[in-house]
């Protein structure tokens, strides 16, 4: 009697070990072609205004109303403590180690990865990918090592400029509606970041940019089953890739800080 009950966990285990194989097989084939001939530089600027250029304002939006909601926020908890000059580290500090990369990514996967999936996802329903082999063209070096390349040296450049967009939105709260002194503000602004914030900040965006371009050609590669399939495809890539990222995030933030 056991049997059958056991058989849909059997089932489902052996599934999962499945797609981590399949999703692991697709890493590997993607950064043998990322990193070997030939290359298609104009795919890859082509991407790269794509991920980056395209997606400037969303991640500059979100970045400026987070480090506004963040002064905001954190000047509620220091002010009983009376200890407000602290506000511009906690906001740089949270902004270039945390929230700027995390947030970059996850507006990335909505936007990018979802892109990604939904156009490699059509193409692989409507044969669009099997008329390529026949033309003798591969299709991880024309469909995935541009979108992987692109996205890992575009997320970096945002969340730098996020992080500048975020402290600036900071700064206007804290002097136009806190009283803050602007030159104080600033002042301790640079004195308190330190280059391990930057550089922690920025490794995580290069690898959740991976975590984004991959997630979203992978789930679109592997779509079946026409505009549905394409739809689940979509889907997967979104959900699979804010979840990686989140769990990426946790992994580099123990290797850069637990000390």
Do not use: W
């Amino acid at each position: 009697m056991t049997v059958p009950v056991l058989q849909p966990v059997g089932r489902t285990f052996l599934g999962s070990l499945e797609s981590i194989g399949r999703l692991a097989l697709f890493t590997l084939k993607s950064l043998l072609h990322c990193l070997t001939p030939p290359i298609y530089p104009r795919l890859i600027v082509r991407q790269m205004i794509e991920i980056g250029f395209y997606s400037l304002p969303v991640v500059g939006m979100t970045a400026v109303f987070t480090g506004m909601v963040l002064v905001l926020q954190t000047y509620v908890a220091v002010s009983r403590l009376n200890a407000e000059a602290t506000i511009p580290y906690v906001v740089v500090i949270s902004l270039t180690r945390e929230l700027g990369p995390v947030l970059a990514g996850l507006m990335l996967a909505g936007r990018v990865g979802a892109a990604m999936a939904a156009e490699i996802g059509t193409m692989r329903v409507t044969e669009q990918i099997d008329a390529l082999r026949t033309l003798s063209t591969n299709p991880f070096k024309y469909l995935i090592a541009p979108r992987l390349i692109a996205a890992v040296l575009m997320l970096p450049v945002l969340v730098g400029i996020a992080d500048i967009i975020g402290v600036f939105g900071g700064y206007l709260v804290s002097v136009y509606k806190l009283d803050f002194s602007p030159s104080i503000y600033l002042k301790n602004t640079v004195d308190f970041v330190e280059t391990i914030d930057i550089v922690s900040g920025l490794v995580k965006a290069a690898a959740f940019g991976f975590i984004v371009a991959l997630m979203g050609t992978y789930n679109g590669f592997q779509s079946k089953g026409g505009a549905q399939g394409v739809g689940k495809a979509t889907t997967d890539a979104v959900v699979s890739a804010s979840i990686l990222i989140l769990a990426a995030n946790f992994i580099i933030t123990g290797i850069f800080f637990s000390r």
